[in-house]
């Protein structure tokens, strides 16, 4: 008998014990270190905040040359050139809040489409209905599909989320250009006079860019959509049903209104990754300095700027580009603050129900 | 009696040989069908097919890029790949061995800054959970998760590069491990909140230390959640190129040289490799990005597979 062997050993154990090592008061030592320890966790706490200050400051201090040559003027000028040393981030500024918001028109779509998807268990139920023509819908094992085929798409999408962007930019550069630019071209020759269309895609532009943006944000407006709809009271939706209403009645009406806060939390902060996202966007969008707004003309935003120009970077150059990433933390400081501020209202009032 | 008492009474009770009145009388069922003709179930129809076909088409892309990556990237796999260094132009074969060490070697180094700080942190958050400070905190963390990864390569340019006066693969892990504190806090606070409170106060009942209770409760209980969030922040830190492009730049070297291992020089990875050879007019480069990219995405897939096996005894408990 195993136990009683391990029982009488402890009891042999424990009477080797002196019970004043055991049943004692934390030593000074012992107190010492759980303040020292209390301490530490406090500081690495502390430093979060810090971090952001550091952060924000050291991109600051080292943009100062630079904010006190060219002022203001640096975000409304338009030429790039470090040989004149006229520098201005003016298409980079449009390019980056272009090719985002495009890209969170098409990935909100698809995000918000495939948050009521998985939250309104439509796979399950077609995974059901194929089973019950096959009268299998209450089998043990083929039964349980319905269930794992919804977490399988859950966890498909977020694997869309774990894909790199540089892997995400290889594929742009060598599949998407080469399959979409027939069809641009076509496009330019047909509807040239559509400001969206006035240019030809000779290769890397603002199309494939955000075509590709729009799929790395997608993961993340469909979590967040998702986990907002799914958090929506039950009663709420039997209420609607009560009613009379239809499934996209409810959906409408209901469902999507009392999640909007977390849906629109969930779009916010896709538009923060969007606008700081580099690597996808520095191989795709053509490093062009140009305002247009054709969709197929190169472009150049922000954090594609940074990654291109700062590895060639002079010693003149870096304030400049320093300057230029302090434009981007803002615009992306605001956006992320705003989105976490607006999920924080959604998750305290989905509490307060 | 008085009748007219009862014949309220009857009026009331339905007399038993009466028949039982439909509910359902004058409903006409086959307007509560699904059906094509009616406005109100056309839509609901129309817009099911349109969710779930968008829902599919978000998916394509996925089945595209890993479909690619396999064929592209599938013909170039050997072991070759593991163990020479990348080529120079024109050159035919080589690899990128020194690439996935330097990957490695910089998740790992980042992951070494970030652990310990990021899971006290998330201690502190999860202990001293009212305080306006975990707030902040919080809040702070919050906002860093959703922070520019180019930026974070630019701050590490500034604080270690400019500082050093080199490229180093440890600007490298500076700049990933700014990219992975939130995760790694964010999750160690959720995973230490879960710990039942009645152990944490056992624990205490039993005259423990705060101190103790932490490490010896309510860390070794929150384990399997804090290596999730690990995990999940090595294998984001992993695929980032953007933060290394201009910390660690690249090296056409091993780390090593003569035996020793130097940490204050360029470094090759993976996600820069792929970045600086899609970008060449040369077949071979190409191919070997393609490559590239498939074994990053095998890495940054087997950490995300290891943090959810980490997860999975949690759930089901």
Redesign the interface.
Known sequence: MASVSSQTQIREEVAGWNPGQI?Q??TRA??W??NA??R???I??????L??A??VL??A??AMPAFRQYGLNFIYSTTWDPNKAQYGILPEIWGTLYTSLLALVVGS???V??A???SEG?LGE?VFKGLKTVKLQHHPIWGKLPERFELL?KN??E??A??????????G???IIPMIRPACNWLHEQFGWFPLFSTTLSGPGVLPAVFVLS?MI?PTI?AISRDALVSVPPKLRMAAYGLGA????T?LGVLLPTASRGIFGGIV?GF??A?????AL??LVGNANRLTVSLFSPANTL?AL??NS??E?GAKD?PV??YA?LV??AI??V???V??LVL?RAAGKAEAK | MSKDRISSKQELIPAQNDPVPNPFEGVDFAELELSLYRPRTLITIILSSLVTCMTFLALIPLFAVLWMLIWRGGQKLSLALFTQLPPAPLEQGGGFGNAIVGTLIMVGLAALITVPLGVLAGVYLAEAKGSQLAEVVRFAAKVLTGFPSILAGVFAYGAVVLATGGYSAIAGAIALSILMLPTIILTSESAVAMVPAKMKEASIGLGATGAQTVWMVLLPTAMPGILTGVMLAVARAAGETAPLLFTALFSNYWLASSGRVDFMQPTASLAVLIYNFSGMPFANQVELAWAAALVLVLLVLIFNLIGQSFSQPQIQQ
């Open positions: 049943w008061p934390p012992q107190r270190y759980d320890f209390r530490l966790c406090f690495f706490a502390v430093f979060t905040i971090l952001i550091w952060l050291e991109i201090f080292r779509a698809f995000g489409a495939a009521i998807f998985l439509y077609i798409l498909l999408i694997l869309l774990a894909v790199p962007s540089v892997v995400y930019g290889l594929w550069l060598f599949v799929i997608l469909t239809t499934r996209w009645e959906i902060l923060g990754r606008l700081g996202e580099t690597m520095a191989m954090a940074l990654a700062f590895p970077a870096i580009l320093m990433a981007l933390l992306t400081l956006v992320n603050i989105g976490a924080e």
